[in-house]
């Protein structure tokens, strides 16, 4: 068999099916609904402007003390109320998205990067290789991911973004990591690897062009469910006091502050932790309905 009768082969076994799960995500409210608020958090997170002077004051750093906690008033044009500084509530959650979204999106592209490479490795090569990564996924996995998380960043002054999401990856990947070695292990022994070996390609190119294109769609499927849990790990953790810092904004943040006030101003646990409530449901509504879709096609 020649390399682009390998490549035919796989186009054909790989086309039919992505129609199919194109064909059911159409048919599935779910995947409407998830796609629709994914769009509207992730437009929010890359233009924030756009959406935060909907309702009054659009700048979350307009602040006047002396409309500290104030109730929602919509003749003024602030329906939503006002923070514990005297700044607009909903410019703020507006603006907290981003923090929030961009932990969930590194974090799951860096889960699934880390995953893909060692599953792909040990499911590959086997013996000692296969051993070592999966020793090595067990002991990781065997810290709950909050648990590893609360001993590390409590440990540290400073935390950012980048910090928050760096150490929610350590403690996540070794779960994606077992599907993508699960499904290379499924796929090193089909018929179009084979041949690609008997043709003498490098082993670089064999992974990169028929295994991983072959194995890759679980993890994808298990990182659309992944991004809504790892919002709200983050957003736990920055209520705890142990996650983002001000004055960076998040949802987080936002809620632990606002502790003190819930029974004196319930808007300030109402607005974010709506936004919290809808972001983390969008993700999830997305990531099942691609989640079941793929399933159904693999039956079909």
Known sequence: MTDIAILADETLDVRPRGNRVWRRLRRNPEFWIGGVLVAFFVLITVWPASVAGLFGNGDPRACD??????????ASGHPFGFTIQGCDLYASVVYGAANSIIVG?????????????????????????????????????????????????????????WFVSAVLIA????????VMRTSTISVRSRSFVTAARALGLPTWRILLSHVVP???????VLGTLQVGAVIASEATLTYLGIGLQAPALS????LS?????????????YVPAAALTLAVAGFVLLGESVRQAGFHSLNA
Not at 112 to 121: D, E, F, N, P
Not at 171 to 178: E, T, V
Request: proline share 6%; net charge negative; no cysteine.
């Open 65 to 74: 003390l002396a409309n500290s906690r104030g109730a929602p008033d919509a």
């Open 105 to 161: 999106i590194v974090v799951t592209l860096g889960t699934a990067l880390i995953a893909i490479v060692l599953g792909l490795l040990a499911g590959y090569f086997g013996g000692w290789v296969d051993t070592v990564l999966s020793r090595i996924s067990e002991i990781v996995v065997s810290v709950p991911l909050l648990l590893g998380a609360v001993l590390v960043l409590n440990s540290i002054e400073s935390r950012n973004v």
């Open 251 to 254: 949802w987080g943040l936002q």
């Open 171 to 178: 403690f996540s990947w070794p779960s994606a990591m077992r």
């Open 257 to 269: 502050q606002a502790e003190p006030y819930f029974s004196s101003a319930p808007h300030l646990l």
């Open 214 to 220: 072959n194995t890759i769609g679980p993890v994808i």
